[in-house]
């Protein structure tokens, strides 16, 4: 159950076939794995420990130094390159890493260094002992020394992925083999993908949407992958141009953006079967603009590193507007109740995740594993209940009667307003429909009559001025009173993660 032999087997299949192209340079199959070879012989020599940091750009250099490391039966924990030195230390330090394949111009970008500049680059937070693999600088010329990959049970630990730290410090999550290798293959299955496809990304591949969605699962369809490691609109654009892509995954904010470049056409975006958003809700109004204007639906996934990640995703053939679509093969999403009893179709409740993509728990945190899980029986049409592990998301939402999958908000973020629920959610998607809104945050505020209140963030459009007074009074035509925010607050910026997720807790600060 390897996640290696699918991989491996695409590359001697079809050597010649191009796997990827950045903004540097292509690289066949061919290329990947032998350049993985080299790699892993360089691993065997150089570093004692079994988990091997990964710190590139968004890259199909990312494809070879992940193969690499599987080759030298070394497990994977792709760095963070947005953290700051305290929190890159901590992660270096936390997964117990001893080597880092990297390259120069990210050590001189961490650095602050001008590129090329002479003598090794060593930013703040990477640890004198650990020692750094330049890509640029091995010599990859002559035959690759001939590795066979290893045999890794389903249970091996394959990769640990670091969550954005938005509950305190990052905690690894491990993902294994089987983890990685069932959902890669349930999402090909359950979205059609195959090796005619050509995808488009420009999400960072420490993360999991960009680790699975755009890294795996292209190289095990053996697909061909176009990369780029910013994320420019009109670049992209202009990527979408030239290499016409059938499938292309992004956040929310991305979608958003590319919205400015004034002249995307709908013919620029005709050649994509699959737009698929992840990582936060998809404001309504940036679905309407792509849909109508520009002739494009963008579908909803969901999931989360812990399920490695994707659980749901919509497809053309299986949507529903506001849905994140329906479970993938062999996952199990139920929704219950604070008690943890399964509500019915069209109930709101936590949603739990069961299913082989389920991580096996944290890295070196075993009381917040026992937390993060719960053994609930299922039913099996009148015969004796076998007993499921399920993860708890945090996520609240509903399932509808076709197993259609709804999110509301995160449990912690729910507002009880004068004894009432209110998801944040609702009140963000009327203010983003706002002429003047581009995208708003809300968060509660203690009140000594009514519990709490709804305080609004917004960041306005280009050229329109804020207005307080004109954006409560639109937010009291579209919501019930106890809903209005008692203030609305003008930002440059909304503050957020790498992947785009809005950081509420700074804003809470």
């Known amino acids: 159950m390897s996640m290696l032999w699918p991989i491996v087997k695409r590359c001697l299949a079809v050597p010649k076939r191009v796997a990827a192209v950045d903004d540097q340079?292509?690289?066949?199959?061919?290329?990947?794995?032998?350049?993985?070879?080299?790699?892993?012989?360089?691993?065997?020599?150089s570093t004692a420990r079994p988990n091997i940091g990964i710190l590139l750009p968004t890259s199909g250099a990312f494809q070879i130094a992940l193969v690499g490391t599987w080759l030298a039966r070394r497990a994977a924990v792709p760095l963070n390159y947005l953290l700051t030195a305290e929190e890159l230390g901590y992660v270096i330090r936390d997964s117990g890493i001893d080597t880092i394949v990297t390259v120069g111009p990210m050590l001189a970008h961490l650095a602050g260094a001008a590129a090329g500049a002479g003598g090794e680059v060593r930013p703040p937070g990477i640890p004198p002992d650990i020692q750094l693999i330049h890509l640029e600088t091995l010599d990859f010329s002559g035959v690759p020394p001939v590795r066979w990959p290893p045999v890794a049970h389903r249970d091996d630990l394959a990769a640990l992925l670091y969550t954005s730290g938005t509950n305190g410090r990052p905690k690894g999550v491990m993902l294994t083999h089987g983890n990685l290798r069932s959902n890669v293959e349930a999402g090909i299955r359950h979205a059609g993908l195959s090796q005619a496809d050509v995808f488009l990304g420009v999400l960072p591949q420490f993360h999991s949407f960009g680790f699975t969605a755009l890294t795996l699962i292209p190289m095990v369809a053996g697909a061909k992958v176009v990369y780029s490691a910013r994320f420019i609109p009109q670049r992209i654009v202009s990527l979408i141009r030239t290499h016409r892509p059938d499938v292309f995954m992004a956040i929310p904010s991305m979608y958003g953006a590319l919205l400015s470049v004034k002249d995307l056409s709908a013919e620029d975006l005709s050649s994509i079967r699959l737009a698929i958003s992840g990582g936060e809700p998809l404001p309504q109004s940036t679905f309407e603009q792509f849909?109508?204007?520009?002739?494009?639906?963008?579908?909803?996934?969901?999931?989360l590193t812990e399920t490695a990640p994707i659980t749901n995703w919509s497809t053309p053939q299986r949507f529903k507007r506001r849905s994140v679509g329906t479970a993938l093969p062999g996952v199990k999403v139920i929704v219950v109740d604070d008690r943890d009893r399964p509500l019915p179709a069209g109930q709101e409740g936590e949603i739990l995740i069961s299913g082989p993509n389920v991580m096996p728990g944290y890295w070196r945190l075993p009381e917040m594993t026992r937390q993060a899980f719960v053994d609930l029986p299922l039913p099996l049409g009148g015969q004796p209940s076998q007993t499921a592990r399920f993860f708890r998301t945090g996520d609240v939402g509903c399932l509808d009667h076709d197993g259609f999958l709804y999110i509301t908000g995160r449990k912690k973020e729910m507002l009880i307003i004068g004894g009432e629920n209110v998801f944040p959610r609702e009140i963000e998607e009327v203010l983003n429909k706002h002429p003047a809104v581009k995208d708003s945050a809300v968060i509660g505020q203690q009140d000594p009559v009514r519990g709490e209140v709804p305080i609004a963030f917004v960041e306005l459009r280009d050229g329109q001025v804020f207005d307080e007074t004109a954006l409560r009074r639109w937010c009291r035509e579209h919501l019930a009173h106890y809903k209005v925010p008692r203030e609305v607050r003008h930002v440059d910026a909304l503050p957020r993660s790498p992947t785009g997720k809005i950081l509420r807790r700074r804003l809470q600060a």
């Open 25 to 45: 340079r292509s690289y066949t199959y061919g290329q990947v794995l032998g350049g993985a070879m080299f790699l892993a012989d360089k691993f065997e020599t």
């Open 291 to 303: 849909e109508n204007r520009l002739n494009l639906r963008i579908l909803e996934g969901y999931g």
